[in-house]
């Protein structure tokens, strides 16, 4: 008993200082950026920083609130219905899901865990999980009010997720077929597993199948992706701007208007900035002067399909094995992507 | 006695904070400083959402959830934009990301190609009248108009407003750039364009102050990034005034 006590204490005094502290700074927070000037750069960020938030705050809570109509009205069983049993067709009618269930990209890991759990094909459950993030309704309206001046940045970004998707699940498909992949799901560990994986699970079935009786759940779970997303779309937004003041410009342009590394650097920065796919356009955006179109299309498919927030969560329910073949070959495939862009006549029409 | 969880209550604030720091800069009208007036209705169903869901949280706060022990350390992140919005509410954004540049001169007007928007009769139009004055709807436009027609428009009279910018990387030392910020979706994307103007006490003035400049259009060459030889106008200036900074900073690309 005595020791619980002690930590609530602790919790209460750390609070308080967390709170003080910062009451202190907003006090002094002209007087510090005063001091600051001299370093141009910081209030550029600082607007720069803001300015995403704002910009891409009502597409993430829009994700949000659909994700959560997803989770509390839909179950599992209602999605799978819609999936036929030809492996083509399969995959083709699996990548276009998104736009009936447009699920937030945190919310595919334990949608396709329970699609596994019923049976579902793993090739497809793979497939849904890569493009549900790209092909559906908010991410491509939020595409389109970021790139609204380059249409042909938004049409790519649709059809090399579509076709990206496809070709992954057909990959993942023939590895099963060769046995390369098997036995890749996780036994059901209850002691592991991420707070954020089981605060998305909701009890099937429960409970009155009234609307209204929903709604309180329906904006609990709004708030919780709104946690979880926001999280990472914040530290994003923020290492994004800091990256865009603080890499040299002739650096940033040079390595930018490479064909070939500017699609590994743009990869490697989907996969670490763990951006929430309605709010990753505006990202992006800010790199468009210096950046290849093609290495941009790989930042719009390539963090959708598979980042560090996403990684950790497949942790959670897959082997490690299958997750790094998975990785590899997504990344492959938009790389490949990319490179088609950048390298015919394409990349100079954006 | 009902346990009040601590966490359900900074939660909430953080989400009441949020609605009512982006309610405030609509209201204020600081929101033209951010972000493109189409994106405001995107603004206003931010608000909403937000209002809605810290409403529930509100209600959540009285119910003991021990599961909520793991928000503490999030809170910080969703703390630093509030942070530094509030640090940002006295910039001037237009010269914070003006100071944080630096090109050559002339050479930074890029007018971006995919945009170009213009016809044959809005050049007649534009040179049948008597003063050029540019005003945030037609800016755009004309600034295309007058790159690709240089020396059509020379002897022309124009009078337009802009913030003061010269920078290290000016070789030439009576020239300024009358300049203002495009903005497509947010400031993140704004782009620095103007126009170079003539004036030779130049280095007596003050940069980033805002000011009215009427003078006559003439023409400038450099040499670009190919070899090649590019014709810009140029505003050779009679009279400059300062202004106050106008509420739309920034010319919104439409």
């Known amino acids: 008993m005595k020791k619980i006590k002690e930590r609530k204490t602790v919790d209460y005094i750390f609070s308080a200082l967390v709170m003080v502290s910062f009451f202190m700074l907003f006090l002094f927070i002209d007087d510090i950026l005063g001091a600051l000037t001299p370093f141009t750069f910081i209030n550029a960020f600082i607007v720069t920083f803001v300015s995403i938030i704002l910009e891409a705050l009502p597409f993430l809570l829009v994700g949000c609130i659909v994700s959560a109509i997803l989770e509390v009205y839909i179950s599992d069983s209602a999605i799978a ?9 399969g995959v083709i009618v699996t990548s276009l899901l998104g736009l009936l269930f447009p699920v937030c990209e945190c919310a595919t890991v334990p949608i396709v865990r329970r699609l596994r759990k019923k049976g579902v094909p793993l090739y497809i459950a793979i497939t849904f999980m890569v493009a549900v993030p790209i092909i559906n309704p908010t991410v491509i309206l939020s595409t389109s009010y970021a790139f609204w001046d380059r249409p042909l940045i938004i049409f790519l970004r649709v059809a090399c997720g579509f076709i990206g998707a496809i070709t ?28 954020n994986a089981q605060t998305h699970e909701h009890e099937e079935g429960k409970g009155k199948k009234n609307i209204l009786n929903r709604l309180p759940g329906l904006f609990h779970h709004a708030g919780l992706d709104f946690y ?81 927030k996403n990684t950790l969560m497949l942790a959670s329910a897959f082997k490690a094995r299958f997750i790094i073949i998975l990785g590899i070959i997504i990344f492959i495939v938009c790389v490949v992507l990319g490179s088609i862009i950048n390298f015919t006549p394409m990349g100079d029409m954006v | 006695m009902k346990k009040i969880s601590i966490p359900d ?44 869901i810290s409403g529930y ?15 503490q350390k999030g809170f910080l992140i969703f703390i630093i934009p509030l ?43 534009l040179l049948k009248r008597p003063v050029i004055k540019v005003d945030d709807k037609e800016y755009y436009k004309i600034q295309f108009i007058l790159y690709e027609n240089a020396e059509l428009f020379s002897g022309k009279e124009i ?45 007596k003035l003050h940069m980033d102050t805002w000011v009215r400049v ?8 450099y040499v670009d990034n190919n070899g090649k030889n590019v014709t810009i106008p140029k505003i050779i200036v009679k009279k400059i005034t300062a202004i106050d900074p106008p509420a739309k900073k920034y010319i919104f690309a439409r």
């Not at chain 1, 219905?81 to 067709?89: A, D, E, L, T």
């Open chain 1, 81 to 89: 219905r819609f999936i036929p049993q030809n492996k083509f067709i």
């Open chain 1, 168 to 195: 992954i699940g057909l990959l993942i498909s023939f590895l099963e077929s060769k046995k390369i992949v098997k036995n890749v799901m996780l036994h059901e560990n209850k002691k592991a597993g991420l707070i």
């Open chain 1, 228 to 308: 979880e997303t926001g999280r990472y779309f914040i530290l994003g937004a923020f290492l994004a701007s800091l990256l865009h003041y603080i890499i040299p410009k002739d650096i940033l342009l040079s390595l930018g208007q490479n064909k070939f590394i500017s699609l590994i650097i743009m990869g490697i920065f989907a996969f670490a900035l763990s951006v929430c796919s309605e709010a990753d356009a505006f990202i992006a955006r800010k790199f468009v002067s210096q950046f290849t179109s093609g290495s941009l299309v790989v930042f719009l498919i390539l963090g959708p399909m598979i980042d560090i």
């Open chain 2, 9 to 52: 209550i900074q939660w909430f604030l953080i989400l009441l904070c949020y609605a009512c720091s982006i309610l405030f800069l609509i209201l204020s009208n600081k929101l033209y400083d951010f972000l493109h007036p189409r994106m405001f209705i995107f603004a206003i169903i931010a608000v909403i959402i937000l209002f809605i």
């Open chain 2, 57 to 71: 949280q509100c209600l959540k706060i009285f119910k003991s959830d021990i599961k909520n022990r793991s928000f």
């Open chain 2, 83 to 125: 942070f530094l919005g509030f640090a940002a509410r006295n910039i001037d954004t237009s010269s914070a990301l003006a100071q944080a540049q630096g090109n050559g001169d002339g050479q930074i007007v890029e007018l971006d190609a995919v945009s170009k928007k213009y016809t044959d009769v809005d050049i007649k139009e």
């Open chain 2, 159 to 203: 009078d337009i407003i802009g913030f003061l910018y010269r920078d290290d990387d000016f070789t030439q030392p009576d020239i300024f750039l009358l300049a203002r910020y495009i903005m497509w979706c947010c400031a993140a994307d704004a782009v620095l364009s103007g126009y170079v103007c003539d004036y030779p006490d130049t280095d």
């Open chain 2, 214 to 221: 009427s003078g006559t259009l003439g023409i400038s060459s």
